[in-house]
């Protein structure tokens, strides 16, 4: 059974950017570029796709308690699994390619098993259920996004660049998620259409998905030696 009012609006959000990223995931692996930073850009695309996907899961089909919280164990893999590979592509461009080398890939996916762990467990027992991922994002995801904006203004970086295009569209979201608007509705086709903050950061997150890859495409023509 689907549900109604502002969850399902958000769900069909996230459906609507987990297929509109499917053909992004395939045409970066297309380009021409670094095959090490194409493969962790698909890596980066593909979890952005299937994160979204699970997002209209969990928000748009009533589950009972049980299956809710399983439904997000999955989720949070997705989740966790799009910070990690933004890590990995910002420390390859960092080191010149010199790293990531088998060693930081299993630290790295060793702390994000960590992470799923612990998040899954507080899933179980409390409401905010999602403040461990949004600590751990902050943390881990904003410095590389930093990385990337110090290089559009000390290098002009293309790829830095275009990842400012981003930060607006964050930038507004989060505000939104502070505030306390509560549910609005509005008329689309004589249909009734709830929404509140968090549809409205997920929408704005849409345009984040489209931008990262543009982000990617500009990234992957990098002169990178390969190793």
């Known amino acids: ?13 996230d459906l ?9 995931v395939f045409l970066i692996r297309k380009k021409e570029g670094n095959p090490t930073l194409k493969k962790y850009w698909f890596c980066f695309l593909l979890s952005l796709s299937v994160g979204n996907i699970l997002g209209f899961v969990v928000h748009g089909i009533a589950w009972t308690n049980l299956q809710f919280d399983i439904w997000w164990i999955v989720v949070y893999i997705a989740m966790y699994l799009i910070i990690a590979f933004l890590f990995i ?10 790293r990531p080398v088998k060693k930081d890939l299993f630290i790295t996916f060793s702390i994000i098993l960590l992470f799923v762990i612990a998040s899954s ?22 410095p590389c996004i930093a990385y990337y904006i110090y290089n559009a203004f000390k290098h002009h970086d293309k790829a830095g660049l275009t990842m400012l295009i981003a930060a607006p569209f964050l930038i507004v ?8 608007i509560g549910t609005q509705s509005f008329s689309l ?12 950061f997920h929408i704005l997150l849409l345009a984040c998905c489209l931008v990262f ?15």
């Not at 609507?16 to 992004?24: A, D, N, Q, R, S």
């Open 1 to 13: 059974m689907l549900k109604t009012g502002f969850e399902f609006t958000t769900a069909i959000v």
């Open 16 to 24: 609507i950017t987990g297929l509109v990223l499917i053909p992004f």
């Open 89 to 98: 592509i910002t420390l390859f461009n960092f080191t010149k390619g010199k």
């Open 121 to 142: 467990i507080h899933e179980f027992y409390s409401d905010n259920n999602i403040i461990i991922y949004v600590i751990f994002a902050g943390i881990v995801g904003l």
């Open 173 to 180: 979201g989060l505000i939104f998620e502070l505030t306390d």
């Open 189 to 200: 086709f004589g249909q009734v259409v709830e929404f509140n903050k968090h549809t409205v």
């Open 213 to 227: 890859y543009f982000v990617a495409k500009a990234d992957i023509k990098r002169e990178i030696p390969e190793k």
